[in-house]
């Protein structure tokens, strides 16, 4: 029997963690339309910028074709396309107004392993963009400079 954490706000659902992580719901949004809701939310709100900045990244690579996000508004979870059935493995951008504990000025990147071994590393939000890749490098292969030569 799985045992289930306490439920997480994913959007406008619950995202309960599993103790062999992933979360049992994502529900992919259009890259434009979280684009649109992050430059308003950061022109008020500076301490998401740097969620912002990952977003800016993914579309400006042209990466938004293998990558399916969700959002939690505090937080940008990724992951790659298909989605399929949960639950999913996925990346998450924490920002410092997140649910889960990010100092003030740093950001936290994690995988919530489906095989029991998290991976978070928390860094200054001067260094999200390269971390948020460092992760899709390293979890599912997805390179920022492999779309420059498609």
Known sequence: MTHLEPAREVGATFAPVSSTGGSAYFSPRDWSD???QYVDLAAGWPKLRHLLDVVESVLEVGADTDLAVDTSLR???I???PVGDGPYDLVAVRSPVSTVRVADGHVVVEH???TGYD???ERPVADTVPLFWRFMIEKYGIDPAAYATR
């Open 112 to 114: 919530p392993s489906r």
């Open 75 to 77: 937080d940008l979870l």
């Open 79 to 81: 992951r790659p396309l």
């Open 119 to 121: 991976d978070r590393i």
């Open 34 to 36: 979280v684009h649109a």
